[in-house]
């Protein structure tokens, strides 16, 4: 039986996005171990069949010590496991991981899920995490990107040549997330689901729902999501869910009936998206999507057809295009969320991604036990 060991930095997101690919690696007999710092979905993830290691990383954190002991950390899951073949997601999993892969020689696969801020600016962040990634990725046997303006970065700064593939992203389960049947009312109803943070376009959200409503008052403007410690608009969000113009429901479980609810699913974020999960997952329920203009978000939709796109950090723009979806008839409307579900169905269904993955594990631990024959 093959081991197979993922790291990751959040278990909500890994059960959210790649459950189904847990679920065909252990159909496929592989032995699945997961690194990740146990939170609220990790007795999920036991129940499937896994096996987890908890590890004590921080998103955002640069304590030296606390870095040093997450690299131990991982030291101590390898020589414990001794997978046959490693898969990561996000920044310090993929940078650390593959350091220790390499000099352990275990085949390993990254998965690169948006650069992040300290990639994507310049400076000293930058060129410091670019070095770090050229290094650890030296002896990746296949580097995944879910966006072409990410790869193009990669294969400028000179990372992992030659060993690069793309992904739709995470895709998205067209049989859990299905076609919805679009709301009759005559004013439309918008939504944001994401972390409340600056970067994913909340204050954009927040004044195109103060301007709009002044214009159209029975319009609804909905929020999901969990605030990050960060966020600086708190005082801001809660006075206008009192004067009644958003409506913030907090962290949910389950989506789908606050999109099946909605006329629109509104993303402008200007946050570095690998592929954003909340348009892929709007999009396959059936409705137009506004989002930025910016990788990871501008692939999600066809401009015009079944959504709009918006400068990033641009509140009236982002107002206007609301303005103008508000001026479509409801027949018009459906329209672009019908498009919007067909298009994930020609290019982002999460079969691709499982079957692609599938097809690297076989080949990669197929190579390993050809070398160790020899």
Known sequence: MKKVLLAINFDEGLYNFRKELLEALLENGCEVHIAVPFGDYTERLKAMGC??????????GMNPLQELAL???????????????????????????????GRYQIPYMPTITGLGT???????????????????????AVVFFQNTANEKIFRKRK???????????SGVNLE???????????????LFISRIMEEKGIEEYLDAAQAVKRRHPRTRFRILGFLEDGYRGRERLERLQKEGIVEFAGSVEDVIPYIRDSQCTVHPSWYPEGMSNVC????????????????????????????LLVRERDSRDL????????????RERRQMGICGRQYMERRFDRKIV?????????????QKDGGHKK
């Open 319 to 330: 107002t206007d295009k609301i303005e103008y979806f508000l001026s479509l008839s409801p």
């Open 118 to 140: 300290a990639m994507e600016g310049e400076g000293f962040l930058q060129k410091g995490v670019s070095v770090l990634y050229r290094a650890a990725l030296r002896r990746a």
């Open 354 to 366: 499982i079957r692609t993955y599938i097809e690297a594990v076989r080949e990669i631990t197929k």
């Open 280 to 307: 892929l997952e709007s999009a396959a329920c059936g409705r137009a999507v506004i989002t930025t203009d910016r990788p990871g978000c501008r692939e999600t939709i066809q401009d015009k057809r079944s959504g």
């Open 159 to 169: 990372i992992a040549p030659g060993r690069h593939r793309m992904l739709p992203g």
């Open 71 to 101: 690299l131990s950390r991982y030291r101590k899951i390898l020589r414990q496991v001794r997978p046959d073949v490693v898969l990561t997601y996000t920044i310090k999993p993929n940078i650390y991981m593959g350091f220790l892969c």
């Open 176 to 190: 859990h997330f299905t076609y919805q049947e679009f709301p009759e009312d005559e004013e439309a109803g918008f």
């Open 51 to 60: 096996c987890l290691h908890d590890t004590a990383l921080r998103r955002r």
